[in-house]
Each structure stands twice: as C-alpha cells, then as structure tokens.
C-alpha cells in the first residue's frame, strides 16, 4: 500500500481539522492538505517525473515540507530528504548518487546548491510551488510495499554517505509501532518538528496524519527551547522527537525560566546516547513526558523502546539499569545479541546487536557490498555492541568501532561517560582512545566543565575509582568549549580522535 492513503482517509474523515500550522497560525486544513499534495503529484507526472523517480527536499522544516512528502508519494515517486544543513557540495553528493530528477529547497538554500548540480530546482516558498500544487488533483500511484518511499543517506562520518532504501512497508511498520510502543496519538494532539523533518522527525509524520493530529512547525523553523516551550503552553498537547543533546538544552532554558513544561505531552529521544544523570534531571524537571526509542536508518526508529512508565519509575529494584538501557524490543522486529560470526549469544553477554523484522531495510542503494556485510542470514547487523537481560532489556555499550582495546581488555566509553556526568564540574563528555605504544590505546576524556566550575583532574580520577576499576579511568583530561556535534546532534568522535593524532604515547 502507497502510505499516502492515509493522507487521503483522514481528509475524508477530517477534512475541516487544522493540519499545517506555523506556530500558533494554521495554513492548511486536511481537505486543503491533501488537494495540495495530490495536485503536486500531478504536477510532477506532468514534468515527466515517473513512478519510482527520486525527488529530493533539500529544506529545513516548514508546512510545505509535507506537502513536497506526500506529493511525492501519491505521485508514486520516492523522497529523498537532505538536510538543511549539509555542505551544499554534500547535498549535491546525494542529489547525484540518487539520480534525482528534482529536488524541492529552500530559497536561501537554491543559489548555493546550484554551483554543484545541474539538477532541476523548486523554491518552497516561490510562486511555482505554489502553481505546482493549486491545479486538479492526481489519484494514487500504487505502490507496493517492496517499493520506495525515502531514500535516506546515512551521516557519512567515516566516509561518503550511504543511501539507505526506505519501503512503503517499513514506514508503515515503523508507524504501526508508535502507538504500540511509544506513545498513543490522538486527534486533538499536536506533532511539533522540534528536530528536522529530514531525519526521525520526519518519519513520525505519517502516523500524526493517520490519526489527524496537528502538524506545528516552529516559526523559527530550528530548535530554539524558548520557543519550543511557548508554542506547546499555547498549543499543546504537543509531542515531538529529540536528540538527547536538545533534551539536556531544553532542561537547562526551562530551569532558568521556571518553566515546566506545560503543553508538553511527549518527548521521544533517541539518536545518540541518554545519560543517566541528563534524563534523571530532566525527569525531576519536567515530569514522566519522555519515551526513549532506539533505532538506525536501516530500520528506522523501530528496534527498541523504553516506556514512559520506565523512565520515570524510582521504585524497581533494577530501575538504574533500565533507564540505562534503550528498553525492549518493538513489536515488529526480533532483536538478538551476535557473535563475530553472526551466531546468537546468551542472554547476559555483549556482542553486536542484531534485528530482523517487517522495518529493517531490503538493503542500500547500488551498493551491494555494503549491503552483503551489513544483512546477514535476514539479520541486520547494527554495528552497536550491546546486552540483553532476563527481562529484554538491550542496553548499549558503544559502536564497535568505538570501543577502547587497552591492553587486550575491551573498555566502552559509555560506562566512563555515565560515571563522569555524574560530577557536578561536567557538563558534556566524550570518551575515545588515544593510541599508547605500551597499551595499544589509552582512556581520554575530552570534557565541557559545567558553568561556575573548573576542570580538576585529580578530583575526576578520584570520582571515577569510586565507581569503576581502575583499568578504565582516563589517563587524560582534556577541555573543549562545545563538543563537536554533527547536524543531528551526534558527537563526531572521529573528530575527537583527529584532535589526539601525533600525541600517542
């Protein structure tokens, strides 16, 4: 089934109900939503754009994103997002690698891209958009589910990026687990893009739109938690996805304003690693409004869950432990722990994390290889090493490329992080390994001292023999005012590594 259907029933259902809004200022009813993006894919069957093309949205968040969405996929074409902050040398990587026949951008965005692509564009906010989408509505191009909804490039920190095939049947998959394992969607409820659309943002739309729930974009069209908070007092009950670092930033500005929260219904995170202590005190703060998921883009958003109830419980005995880990598999996808070989594990020990199911993807773009190493016997294989408990509980230790080999003995970054956040003196940290002709690699810390402090290594050395074995404390501490962060929030600690090069001991 082409996912655009849903579009079309809740227009049906809903047609007179607010669906696009900027801010507080609704642009688009459903009925209006969905004769926008069916004229759009007339529109574009009309410029010779065939079923399974590739359309681009090269954009930062706005109502005319979802429009562009749908459109292509009632037009039976398949979306690319790029996001708005690539490099546009970047951006024009994925428009070529893609063979997009069009990409929809931004108007700041266009002059830049157009020195690296010949690729033919559409201004968002120009008036052939707007022609593009007032003509007569285009019927639905059936789709099935082995065909492409999204093409989505991987952040292509360790190398060009990957474009990873996205089905109508893994979005609807991932879409079907949302209510089941993350939060249930009302009508009446708000879904605020907090967090680019391009990304996991993104991919929650088409279950708000199943169920007609309102669609917020900021005004700013970024995450500004000021105006975060202010739209979801006014407009609310709003629900929306973060990445930890946005969750640790919203804390700090609601603090310093007294601001609870209210209007927040739903913070789902994911997409980098939660600390203890960061959602500890975001709970404290804001209340039980937060639900952690795990996921990839080769099986978006949709390999684990953590429920509301488990992250803010304080009463079960092992209650440290599962706010720890990422909670337990979602409904549609098995998850297990592998050897080298791929061979499942016992329950307890830690390997690699593998999953299978109706959202893992049929495999990369025209690139096989990749492909072949990364599905394996129907498993994928995340390349997150990681445990499972008794109970189902997958809690993450690291990427295995970034576990830490000192002297033989494997040391996951992780655990030193948790316990180093837990110091009043740090705000941020990231744990690497530097390379150590005595041990192979050496713990080092790179740290952002936390306001009115100062960076003690002795105090943090003492702090961590307190909690964990000596063999795994940082041999170094080093400061940095920010750490580096990619588009999606992620610490680059490729580019923390490239700081220690030539400095081996």
Same mark, same amino acid.
């Given at each position: 089934?082409?996912?655009?259907?849903?579009?079309?029933?809740?227009a049906?259902?809903?047609?007179?109900?607010?669906a696009?809004?900027v801010g507080? /200022?609704? /642009?688009?009813?459903?009925?209006?939503?969905?004769?926008r993006?069916g004229?759009?894919a007339?529109?574009l069957?009309?410029? $010779?754009?065939?079923p399974?093309?590739r359309v681009?949205?090269h954009?930062?968040?706005c109502?005319?994103?979802?429009?562009?969405m749908?459109?292509t996929?009632?037009a039976?074409?398949?979306?690319v997002?790029?996001?708005a902050?690539?490099?546009?040398?970047?951006?024009?990587?994925?428009?070529d690698d893609?063979?997009?026949?069009l990409?929809?951008?931004n108007?700041?965005?266009?002059e830049?891209?157009a020195?690296h692509?010949q690729?033919?564009?559409?201004?968002?906010?120009g008036?052939?958009?707007?022609?593009?989408?007032d003509?007569?509505p285009?019927?639905? /191009?059936?789709?099935?589910?082995?065909?492409l909804?999204?093409?989505?490039y991987?952040?292509?920190?360790t190398?060009?990026?990957k474009?990873?095939?996205?089905t109508?049947g893994?979005?609807e998959?991932?879409?079907?687990?949302y209510?089941?394992?993350?939060d249930?969607?009302?009508s009446?409820?708000?879904a605020?893009?907090?967090?680019?659309m391009?990304? $996991?943002?993104?991919l929650?739309?088409?279950?708000?739109v199943?169920m007609?729930?309102?669609?917020?974009?900021?005004?700013?069209g970024?995450f500004?938690p000021?105006?975060?908070?202010a739209?979801?007092a006014g407009?609310?009950p709003?629900?929306?996805?973060?990445?930890?670092t946005?969750?640790?930033?919203?804390?700090?500005?609601?603090?310093g304003?007294?601001?609870?929260g209210?209007?927040?219904?739903?913070?789902v995170?994911?997409?980098g690693p939660?600390?203890?202590a960061d959602?500890e005190?975001?709970?404290?703060?804001?209340?039980p409004?937060f639900?952690?998921?795990?996921g990839q883009?080769?099986?978006?958003?949709?390999?684990?869950?953590?429920?509301?109830?488990?992250?803010?419980?304080?009463?079960?005995?092992?209650?440290?432990?599962r706010?720890?880990?990422?909670g337990?598999?979602?409904?549609?996808?098995?998850?297990?722990?592998?050897g080298?070989?791929?061979t499942?594990?016992?329950?307890?020990?830690?390997?690699e994390i593998?999953?299978?199911?109706?959202?893992?993807m049929p $495999?990369y773009?025209?690139?096989?290889e990749?492909?072949?190493r990364?599905?394996?016997d129907g498993?994928?294989?995340?390349?997150?090493?990681?445990r499972?408990?008794?109970?189902g509980?997958l809690?993450?230790h690291?990427?295995s490329?970034?576990?830490?080999?000192?002297?033989?003995t494997?040391?996951y970054?992780r655990?030193i992080?948790?316990?180093?956040l837990m110091?009043?003196s740090?705000?941020?940290?990231?744990?690497?390994?530097?390379a150590s002709t005595?041990?192979g690699?050496d713990?080092?810390?790179?740290?952002?001292v936390a306001p009115?402090?100062?960076?003690?290594?002795?105090?943090?050395?003492?702090?961590?023999?307190?909690?964990?074995?000596?063999?795994k404390?940082p041999?170094?501490?080093?400061?940095?005012?920010e750490?580096?962060?990619?588009?999606y929030?992620?610490?680059?600690?490729?580019?923390?590594?490239?700081?220690l090069n030539?400095?081996?001991?």
């Open positions: 089934m082409n996912i655009a259907h849903w579009l079309l029933r809740t049906q259902i809903r047609p007179d109900d607010p696009l809004m507080g /200022t609704v /642009t688009d009813s459903y009925a209006r939503f969905a004769a993006a004229a759009l007339a529109s069957h009309a410029r $010779g754009v065939a399974g093309a681009a949205i954009a930062g968040n109502p005319e994103y979802l429009i562009a749908f459109g996929w009632i039976g074409a398949v979306a997002p790029v996001n902050k690539l490099h546009p040398k970047e951006a024009a990587f994925i428009l893609s063979k997009a026949d990409v929809f951008v108007a700041r965005l266009s830049p891209l020195r692509t690729v033919g564009m559409v201004e968002l906010e008036a052939d958009f707007r022609r593009l989408t003509g007569s285009a019927g639905i /191009t059936p789709r099935a589910p082995p065909d909804a999204w093409l989505f991987t952040s292509g920190t190398g060009k990026p474009g990873v095939q996205i109508h893994m979005l998959a991932t879409s079907v687990c209510p089941l394992d993350v249930p969607v009302a009446g409820d708000a605020l893009y907090a967090a680019p391009s990304h $996991g943002a993104g929650y739309a088409p279950i708000h199943r007609g729930a309102r669609h917020i974009t900021p005004p700013s970024g500004d000021a105006e975060i908070l739209l979801c407009h609310g709003a629900s929306m996805f973060m990445a930890p946005m969750i640790r930033r919203l804390t700090d500005v609601a603090r304003a007294g601001a609870k209210e209007g927040i219904k739903t913070i995170y994911g997409g939660m600390y203890r959602i005190e975001a709970v404290d703060w804001f209340g409004r639900v952690q998921i795990y883009g080769e099986c978006p958003m949709a390999i684990s869950a953590l429920s509301r109830a488990d992250v803010a419980d304080r009463t079960h005995p092992n209650w440290r432990a706010l720890a880990s990422v337990r598999a979602q409904s549609l996808v098995e998850v297990a722990i592998g080298p070989d791929a499942r594990l016992p329950v307890g020990h830690i390997g593998m999953v299978r199911g109706a959202p893992v $495999g773009w025209n690139n096989p990749a492909t072949a990364t599905l394996i498993w994928l294989m995340t390349g997150d090493v990681g499972l408990d008794e109970d509980y809690t993450l690291d990427r490329k970034d576990v830490i080999i000192s002297g033989g494997n040391i970054p655990e992080e948790e316990v180093l110091h009043p740090v705000h941020e940290v990231s744990v690497v390994g530097r005595e041990w690699e713990v080092v810390a790179f740290v952002v009115g402090h100062v960076l003690d290594p002795a105090a943090l050395n003492a702090f961590c023999l307190d909690h964990i074995a000596r063999f404390r041999k170094a501490y080093l400061p940095l005012p750490l580096p962060k990619n588009n929030g992620k610490v680059l600690k490729t580019a923390l590594r490239q700081r030539g400095r081996a001991t």
